[in-house]
């Protein structure tokens, strides 16, 4: 019984200050691991934290060593003063930040002090062997070669993606051939198109200029036009209806090069769309203060919790995502990326959405369609 209670008692204590007198994360945990408040551990690693490490940042075991109080504050409320070019979010403030989802600052100053103080009892030497090896081990460990966006799956979800017994996207692409002949009021449209095969270099000519509507169209947008001239529209870009035909029509120009650098001749709307959604991809945005080009070109192959970051080639849509119990296009990933940096997601859609995919195809024109694929 004795034992019973000593032992209890470790856990105990352990819990709120381990041998060396670590503050651990498990007080701060919401405000270091919440995605909502300081997600200190979507980029950096923390010191008793198990399994996947986020390699994004250094880790944080011997903050307390690198740095005193007065600068780790600075570092957590806005580490701009320290290091102009940082990717680190400020998190006492959204000055001078664009397209933020909210005005207030992630964390409070108490908030603030918490964390600091947490930081500050982060020590070097007294880190546990486990913490240790998986520092050591947690970079580049998963950073392939394979120019395909493929390689940045795990292998099960690879083993997932050829098997096409087992993945569902062939009931995606079998929807698609059945709204592809479905009998409508108006024509079918496989009665103006014929056979889906003819479709095979239509995804690789969008995004593009439409002078009609005087804006840009990807796929999606022109299946949802076509749909009403069969006369039973479907109900917006994120319906299954559409999302099927995506993925048919995705299926069918497999092997194409993803976009075709021609299109752009002497077309000036195009040149001036695509400069805009470079111009975008460049912009830091949210209360992360992060832009597309600081993850998918500066930080690839290093990981965000269990994703690891792509260098973003948009040649694998419509996306079967495990986290979504289903399939999505484009839009809804690159809307899921503002989320991510915290900023105000545009409506499925939205001209930046479409500028953004044109450019994000434009930079990956060489990059070959590989159809719809599976992603986490
Ligand atoms: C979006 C990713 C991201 C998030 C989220 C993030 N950081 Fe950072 N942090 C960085 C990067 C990148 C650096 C590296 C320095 C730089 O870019 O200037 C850094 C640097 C630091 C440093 C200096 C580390 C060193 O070794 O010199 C500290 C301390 C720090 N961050 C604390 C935090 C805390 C605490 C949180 C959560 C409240 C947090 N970070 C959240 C990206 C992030
Ligand atoms: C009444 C005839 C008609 C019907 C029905 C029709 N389309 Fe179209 N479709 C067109 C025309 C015309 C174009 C040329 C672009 C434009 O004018 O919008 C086109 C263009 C396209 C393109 C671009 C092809 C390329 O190579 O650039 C796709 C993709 C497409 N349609 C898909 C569909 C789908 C999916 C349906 C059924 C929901 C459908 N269409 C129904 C007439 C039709
Ligand atoms: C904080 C880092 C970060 C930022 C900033 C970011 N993304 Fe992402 N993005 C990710 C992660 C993580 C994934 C999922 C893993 C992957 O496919 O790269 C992802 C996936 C994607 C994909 C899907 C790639 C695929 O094949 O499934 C696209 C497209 C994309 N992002 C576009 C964007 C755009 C456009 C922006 C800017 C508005 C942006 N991202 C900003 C981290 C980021």
């Not at 008793?48 to 007065?70: I, M, Y």
């Not at 003063?81 to 998190?91: D, G, R």
């Not at 395909?148 to 799956?153: C, D, E, R, V």
């Not at 479905?182 to 200029?209: L, V």
Request: charged share 20%; proline share 5%.
């Amino acid at each position: 019984m004795r034992y019973f209670f000593l032992i209890l008692m470790v856990i105990f204590l352990g819990e709120i200050k381990n041998a060396k007198g670590e503050t651990t994360v498990s007080e701060t945990q919401p405000l270091m691991t919440d995605k909502s408040l300081g997600n200190c551990i979507a980029c950096h690693a923390l010191p008793g934290v198990n399994g996947t490490q986020s390699t994004f940042a250094p880790s944080l075991h011997d903050a307390g060593d690198k740095w005193t109080r007065e600068e780790l504050k600075q570092w957590v409320s806005d580490a701009r003063k320290i290091n102009p070019h940082t990717l680190m979010p400020a998190f006492g403030t959204t000055k001078g930040m664009q397209w933020v989802n909210s005005n207030a600052p992630i964390l409070n100053l108490e908030q603030i002090e918490a964390v600091v103080e947490t930081l500050s009892s982060w020590r070097s030497l007294p880190l546990t062997a486990s913490v240790r090896m998986q520092d050591e081990l947690s970079p580049l460990t998963s950073i392939s070669q394979k120019p395909s966006t493929h390689s940045f799956l795990t292998d099960d979800l690879l083993e997932l993606q050829n098997d096409v017994n087992k993945n569902t996207i062939i009931l995606w692409t079998a929807q698609g051939i059945d709204n592809w002949n479905k009998a409508t009021p108006g024509k079918s449209c496989s009665e103006c198109h014929g056979h889906i095969d003819k479709m095979r270099n239509a995804t690789s000519s969008y995004p593009r200029w439409s002078s009609f509507k005087r804006k840009l169209i990807n796929i999606e947008d022109q299946i949802l036009i076509c749909s009403e001239r069969t006369g039973a529209p479907f109900k917006g870009l994120e319906s299954d209806e559409v999302i099927s035909l995506s993925a048919l029509i995705h299926s069918a120009g497999k092997g194409v090069s993803l976009f075709s650098r021609a299109n752009l001749k002497s077309n000036e709307e195009l040149k001036n769309e695509l400069l805009k959604g470079e111009k975008i991809y460049k912009t830091r945005i949210g209360r992360m203060n992060l832009a597309c080009t600081n993850c998918h070109d500066q930080k690839v192959g290093q990981h965000i919790r269990e994703e690891v970051i792509s260098e973003g080639h948009p040649a694998g849509f419509p996306i079967l995502k495990m986290s979504w119990q289903g399939m999505g296009t484009i839009d809804r990933r690159i809307r899921a990326c503002f989320s991510g940096v915290q900023a105000q997601p545009p409506s499925a859609g939205s001209p930046v959405l479409r500028q953004l995919e044109l450019f994000m195809k434009f930079r990956s024109s060489n990059t070959l369609i590989e159809g719809p694929s599976i992603r986490r």
